[in-house]
């Protein structure tokens, strides 16, 4: 069976290729704005889905991946920064505070008359951070693409007073054990 992972992120591919599973990466070109009064979960929900299916309507016999992520601050979503000050700003207001990391997760199968969906939190708590670790850490791990603006694969992991929730992957973008479950009752394993 073809495996497709709807996205362009590098993030995601690296975490779907611990699986050891063939697969193959298109991006889907959906609409990502957030509708109105849309909470965060409905919001990973809903844009994991029409990765999905944008997907599935060209590849109808392949088993599509895809899932998408929204970082939430006091309520707020925090996006990709994308400049250096932008992250600064986002790594201040974190500062001694809990980010969730809503992940929404679907699977459509071949097989399966409806898409397999669901959203997954992960929890950050902030330590306190003064700007001039906030500064360093953003030059040496340039996480001006990662919503948050922390890799906490990497140095990132510094800047945390403790992490909550059940799948860290879920943290990445990708939760890989409600995935891997998923994978195998669709008949494919890691192992195989």
């Not at 997907?55 to 992520?69: F, R, T, Y």
Request: charged share 20%; hydrophobic share 35%; aromatic share 6%.
């Amino acid at each position: 069976m073809k495996i497709i992972l709807a996205s362009s992120s590098p993030y995601r591919r690296q975490l779907l290729a611990r699986l050891n599973i063939p697969f193959a990466c298109i991006s889907p070109d959906i609409d990502e704005t957030p509708q109105s009064g849309e909470t965060p979960e409905e919001l990973a929900y809903r844009l994991s889905l029409q990765k999905a299916r944008a997907i599935h309507c060209n590849h109808p016999d392949a088993l599509i991946i895809a899932s998408d992520q929204v970082a939430v601050l006091n309520g707020q979503p925090l996006g990709k920064p994308g400049t250096r000050e932008r992250a600064i700003n986002q790594l201040q207001a974190a500062s001694g505070q809990r980010v969730t990391f809503v992940t929404g997760l679907c699977l459509i199968a071949p097989d399966q008359s409806a898409p397999r969906t669901t959203t997954i939190p992960y929890h950050v708590h902030f330590r306190d951070l003064n700007r001039t670790e906030i500064e360093c850490y953003i030059d040496a791990d340039q996480p001006l693409d990662c919503a948050g603006s922390f890799k906490w694969e990497s140095l990132g992991i510094t800047l945390f007073a403790r992490m909550e929730g059940d799948d860290p992957t879920a943290l990445e973008g990708l939760p890989l054990i409600t995935l891997s479950q998923w994978l195998r009752e669709s008949g494919v394993s890691p192992y195989s």
